[in-house]
């Protein structure tokens, strides 16, 4: 790959979500705003090399695409006008018998994912980018689209990525993810969903569906669940860049800040969470000289947003900026020993009532553990012990077992721990888990539960 198209593909990422959305806003197609994208990117490959990347590639691909878009559009009247002129003539006096009903279709109708109507060309002005830009992402996450179709359009749409970069990054074939894009264009499509930005009552209902999707993102780079790494760190470095799009986009918002505080805050551990050869580095045991001091201060930064803004707003915190508050505890302590359980204990018991989930009851058995016992932790996990979408879940063994071996029960520790072995999603975590089972079958202490990290309680 040449140097320019180094810079091509990294101006591509940088500028293809806000070519994209004011390309929807104009042709009131997503997938026709995205080929035409495609096409100016195609244009920048072949005339870069030979004549240079201009000095604002941004403007450069804009201005390409904007004429295509206008051509598109200007055709599209053109043909809408013949059409209604030939269906004037058909329902005129002396037509066809029948006529005066008839319905003429345009070739190609079938196949269009138009949203809204095509406007005027001269009506094709600059609105605020940022406007586009939420619409489009509005839109790429909207509840009528499945869980898994919302997460491929918005790390393609507004992430900038490949199909093929998606589906490395979560382990699919690309086919796969291509078929879930072309599925959402569809959908979109069929559900005639707007590509405006919604007034404030419908806005504030959408806004959780896109926080959703980008903690998703995160969450999977964060603590992967499947294949061989514990860390995809650029697929979370994807979703923190959402989320900044996502905070300047709604900075009155406070879970829109509270969600970039967490990933910010959780991230800032990235380079002492894994090993020479990518094994889990707990909690307890990592070099915190390794954390990312710049990121620690964004991520308090940000959270301290969330909070004015909620108080502002007159708003208790959301699951996001509780999530976050929680990280903050254990960035702000300079040691293990330093970490105030009673305080994250109180931070997981408010986000068991606004966000419940038996992951979330892992996380506080496990500051229950250090706050008042494992006893007491254990009653934790009793409480959720039936719940069947535990039932195949290694983090609840991998905490019961931690628990237990503390206790001095070690024979229970050892069946539990190897149990849940066999349900964890990545090689490392497995073979962390063996070698734990293995330790307490010997009665040897095998540091339990030391930091035990369980992943973000939130959706998978």
Not at 76 to 91: G, I, N, P, V, W
Not at 156 to 169: N, Y
Not at 277 to 299: A, F, K, N, T, Y
Request: with cysteine.
């Amino acid at each position: 790959m040449t140097d320019v198209s180094r810079t091509v593909e990294a101006v591509w990422r940088i500028e293809s979500p806000r070519l994209v959305a004011g390309l929807v806003r104009t042709l009131r197609d997503v997938g026709l705003a995205e080929e035409v994208a495609q096409e100016a990117f195609v244009a920048a490959l072949e005339q870069w090399p030979e004549q240079g990347v201009p000095d604002n590639p941004g403007a450069w691909l804009t201005t390409v695409a904007r004429r295509r878009a206008v051509d598109l559009v200007r055709r599209e009247r053109t043909r809408d006008a013949k059409y209604a002129r030939l269906a004037a003539d058909l329902a005129a006096p002396g037509a066809r018998s029948g006529a005066g009903t008839t319905a003429v279709a345009r070739p190609g109708d079938g196949g269009a994912v138009l949203v809204g109507s095509v406007p005027a060309p001269d009506a094709i002005v600059d609105d605020p980018v940022g406007d586009d830009l939420l619409a489009l992402v509005l839109v790429a996450c909207h509840p009528v689209l499945p869980r898994e179709s919302r997460v491929a359009l918005t790390l393609r749409l507004v992430g900038g990525l490949t199909t093929d970069e998606i589906a490395r990054a979560f382990l699919v074939p690309s086919a796969t993810v291509g078929q879930r894009i072309s599925r959402a264009k569809r959908t979109l499509a069929e559900a005639n969903v707007p590509v405006d930005v919604p007034q404030a009552d419908e806005l504030a209902a959408r806004v959780p569906a896109a926080l959703e999707v980008v903690y998703l993102v995160f969450t999977e780079g964060y603590a992967a669940t499947s294949g061989d790494t514990w860390v995809r760190r650029e697929l979370a470095e994807d979703a923190m860049r959402l989320g900044r799009v996502l905070a300047g986009l709604l900075p009155g918002e406070p879970e829109v800040h509270g969600l970039v505080a967490l990933m910010e805050l959780q991230a800032s551990r990235f380079a002492a969470r894994t090993g020479p050869d990518g094994e889990p580095v707990l909690l307890e045991d990592q070099d915190r000289s390794r954390w990312d001091r710049l990121l620690v201060r964004h991520g308090l930064a940000a959270l301290d947003r969330a909070l004015a803004l909620g108080t502002r707003a007159g708003k208790a915190l959301g699951p996001y900026s509780l999530q976050a508050a929680i990280a903050a505890c254990h960035a702000r302590a300079a040691t293990w020993a330093d970490t105030d359980w009673d305080a994250i204990v109180a931070l997981y018991d408010a986000l068991a009532s606004v966000a419940p989930s038996p992951v979330v009851e892992l996380n506080r058995a496990v500051a229950v553990g250090y706050a008042d016992g494992p006893e007491a932790a254990l009653l934790v996990l009793d409480a959720v012990a039936d719940d069947p979408r535990l039932a195949r879940h290694h983090l609840y063994g991998a905490v019961r077992g931690d628990l237990l071996t503390r206790l001095g029960r070690h024979a229970e520790a050892a069946d539990v721990l190897e149990r849940a072995a066999g349900l964890a999603p990545t090689r490392h975590e497995r073979q962390l888990l063996l070698e734990r089972s293995a330790a307490a079958s010997s009665s040897a202490d095998p540091h339990p539960a030391r930091g035990r990290e369980v992943e973000p309680p939130g959706p998978r």
